[in-house]
């Protein structure tokens, strides 16, 4: 499989459809296949990738950080997921968001919209809370997925809240250090050597190199709840085992089994799209293609990062890429589903 595999990235290499990949597939606890392909950098020369490159991990943040502190919450009986948003944010509790609780953030059926350019107008994290609190909803609460960032900027802020410490400081001692991700964190400070380029920046005229490509995140001080994370194959490795193992690394309890397993529970059968708290489930047109079980799980981000669980057969897929420093950035909505094809046509 491992030649199969490597062959079909570069090919898509080859098409300029992606610079470069990491790739790391696990079964049954076995590692499989742990491998770099391609390009970090395309220009102003090829880098190559290594296997130790630093990737921004776009909306895979919501699953490690926002999703993964949530549950921990819900273990520490700090909240439950019928709490009204309001109780945190009274500021909330208008334009029809009163019925809004936490189960519908996670699940991306707030009805809020599902981004907003605050950036543009320069707004710190405080005062993008503001305008999401003032925030009129664009669906019925509850009837309808629209992916939000919106919501877990929301929850992060919320998270603040409730541990009474900075969200990226919550992460860094519950789920980073416990979990050995000694390369993964928001605002990394490593050479640009170590990063997998994203898209080309104006303002820097440069490429981003360690800086969030989301950019309400930069704007946000580059520490939010629904994009930026940095992170290394080889931690995501580990957060992956984690979960694969009931909410447990190495003997240390991260997320108790029960609310991992609640997690994966499809909460929205009145949509189309499968949705757990935080994880996508499978339904149709997902990232990780046609022949994983209706029991997979898992998420993607907008750079080119994804991650997915085929529990039936205790197999999990982590695919890391920089699609947006591509030619053809719309090319990874064929190329996931297709390789997780082509891994699941070989168990």
Same mark, same amino acid.
Not at 107 to 115: E, F, I, R
């Given at each position: 499989?491992?030649?199969?595999?490597?062959?079909?990235?570069?090919?898509?290499?080859?098409?300029?459809?992606?610079?470069?990949?990491?790739?790391?597939?696990?079964?049954?606890?076995?590692?499989? !296949?742990?491998?770099?392909?391609?390009?970090?950098?395309?220009?102003?020369?090829?880098?190559?990738?290594?296997?130790?490159?630093?990737?921004?991990?776009?909306?895979?943040?919501?699953?490690?950080?926002?999703?993964?502190?949530?549950?921990?919450?819900?273990?520490?009986?700090?909240?439950?997921?019928?709490?009204?948003?309001?109780?945190?944010?009274?500021?909330?509790?208008?334009?029809?968001?009163?019925?809004?609780?936490?189960?519908?953030?996670?699940?991306?059926?707030?009805?809020?919209?599902?981004?907003?350019?605050?950036?543009?107008?320069?707004?710190?994290?405080?005062?993008?809370?503001?305008?999401?609190?003032?925030?009129?909803?664009?669906?019925?609460?509850?009837?309808?997925?629209?992916?939000?960032?919106?919501?877990?900027?929301?929850?992060?802020?919320?998270?603040?809240?409730?541990?009474?410490?900075?969200?990226?400081?919550?992460?860094?001692?519950?789920?980073?250090?416990? !979990?050995?991700?000694?390369?993964?964190?928001?605002?990394?400070?490593?050479?640009?050597?170590?990063?997998?380029?994203?898209?080309?920046?104006?303002?820097?005229?440069?490429?981003?190199?360690?800086?969030?490509?989301?950019?309400?995140?930069?704007?946000?001080?580059?520490?939010?709840?629904?994009?930026?994370?940095?992170?290394?194959?080889?931690?995501?490795?580990?957060?992956?085992?984690?979960?694969?193992?009931?909410?447990?690394?190495?003997?240390?309890?991260?997320?108790?089994?029960?609310?991992?397993?609640?997690?994966?529970?499809?909460?929205?059968?009145?949509?189309?799209?499968?949705?757990?708290?935080?994880?996508?489930?499978?339904?149709?047109? !997902?990232?990780?293609?046609?022949?994983?079980?209706?029991?997979?799980?898992?998420?993607?981000?907008?750079?080119?990062?994804?991650?997915?669980?085929?529990?039936?057969?205790?197999?999990?897929?982590?695919?890391?890429?920089?699609?947006?420093?591509?030619?053809?950035?719309?090319?990874? !909505?064929?190329?996931?589903?297709?390789?997780?094809?082509?891994?699941?046509?070989?168990?």
């Amino acid at each position: 499989m491992k030649e199969e595999v490597i062959r079909f990235l570069q090919k898509e290499i080859d098409l300029e459809n992606i610079p470069g990949a990491a790739i790391y597939i696990s079964h049954k606890g076995t590692s499989i !296949l742990e491998e770099v392909v391609g390009y970090r950098a395309l220009a102003p020369k090829k880098e190559p990738m290594q296997i130790d490159t630093v990737f921004d991990l776009a909306s895979l943040t919501k699953i490690v950080t926002t999703m993964t502190a949530s549950l921990q919450l819900l273990d520490k009986g700090e909240i439950r997921l019928d709490d009204p948003v309001s109780y945190f944010f009274p500021e909330f509790n208008e334009n029809g968001k009163e019925e809004v609780r936490i189960r519908h953030l996670l699940t991306h059926t707030s009805g809020l919209p599902a981004h907003r350019p605050f950036y543009e107008e320069g707004l710190t994290t405080e005062q993008m809370i503001k305008k999401i609190c003032a925030e009129e909803l664009e669906n019925p609460v509850g009837q309808k997925v629209v992916y939000s960032d919106l919501g877990f900027i929301l929850l992060a802020s919320l998270i603040e809240k409730v541990v009474e410490i900075p969200f990226d400081e919550y992460v860094s001692k519950e789920i980073l250090t416990p !979990l050995e991700m000694h390369e993964t964190g928001f605002n990394p400070t490593y050479s640009r050597t170590r990063f997998a380029a994203t898209e080309f920046s104006e303002k820097l005229n440069d490429f981003k190199y360690g800086i969030v490509h989301d950019d309400n995140a930069e704007s946000m001080g580059g520490v939010s709840g629904h994009a930026g994370l940095f992170s290394t194959l080889k931690d995501l490795t580990n957060y992956a085992q984690m979960i694969e193992n009931g909410g447990s690394f190495r003997g240390k309890k991260i997320i108790s089994t029960v609310a991992l397993d609640l997690s994966k529970r499809n909460f929205t059968p009145v949509d189309e799209e499968g949705r757990g708290l935080g994880w996508q489930i499978h339904s149709p047109r !997902l990232s990780c293609g046609d022949l994983f079980s209706y029991t997979s799980y898992g998420h993607t981000g907008y750079t080119g990062t994804s991650m997915w669980f085929d529990p039936e057969i205790q197999l999990h897929v982590i695919l890391l890429t920089n699609r947006v420093h591509a030619k053809n950035q719309q090319a990874i !909505l064929r190329l996931r589903p297709r390789l997780h094809n082509l891994i699941r046509a070989q168990f």
